[in-house]
Each structure stands twice: as C-alpha cells, then as structure tokens.
C-alpha cells in the first residue's frame, strides 16, 4: 500500500481498532481507482507523489464518511483533475 493504515487513520481522526478490516479495504480501493485513472501500477513508482497520496486520503475519506450512498460521479470528477499530470496516454 502507498501509504498505511495508521496514515489514514490519523487523516480520519479515527481512534480505535475496530474498523481496521472496513478501512484497510477501502485503501486498497483507493489505490486501484488511482492505478486505473493513472493507467499504471502504483508500485512502478519509486516515488509517489503528494498529489497521488492525497487523492488516495480524499477516496478513503469520501468511502469512509459516504459510505451509505457513496457519490461515486463526485469522486472520480475529484481524482481524475488530481491525477491528470501524473496519467499515462494509455496501459
């Protein structure tokens, strides 16, 4: 993962261990909603950018406090103008 549990964490102000598993899913699916905009893995970057980390915190927050009607259209409008740089033309 491009940043950690205990990260994210710390970003949602959340305390507890209880909602480890919940969160640690949505990471991972902030990651792969990145690597699919960026039209490349993550882990072929020797360093990831602030941006790309930020829009993985902005997904796992939108998931985290949106999580009963996720507004999907809204997030991926967000990443795709935070990544735009970083996008390759294709796969």
Same mark, same amino acid.
């Given at each position: 993962? #491009?940043?950690?549990?205990?990260? #994210? *964490?710390?970003?949602?102000? #959340?305390?507890?261990?209880?909602? /480890?598993? !919940? @969160?640690?899913? &949505? @990471? ?14 993550? /882990?072929? =970057?020797? =360093?990831?950018?602030?941006?790309? *980390? +930020?829009?993985?915190?902005?997904? $796992?927050? +939108? =998931?985290?406090? %949106?999580?009963?009607? $996720?507004?999907? /259209?809204? @997030?991926?409008? $967000? $990443?795709?103008? !935070?990544? &735009? %740089? ?6």
């Amino acid at each position: 993962m #491009v940043i950690t549990l205990k990260e #994210v *964490k710390t970003y949602l102000r #959340v305390d507890g261990d209880e909602e /480890d598993m !919940l @969160i640690t899913s &949505f @990471i991972i699916a902030a990651e792969e909603m990145c690597e699919g905009i960026l039209r490349y893995a993550l /882990d072929e =970057l020797t =360093l990831v950018p602030e941006t790309v *980390k +930020q829009a993985i915190f902005y997904i $796992v927050g +939108q =998931l985290y406090e %949106n999580r009963e009607q $996720v507004p999907i /259209d809204e @997030i991926l409008e $967000v $990443v795709k103008c !935070l990544l &735009f %740089n970083f996008r390759k033309e294709s796969w």
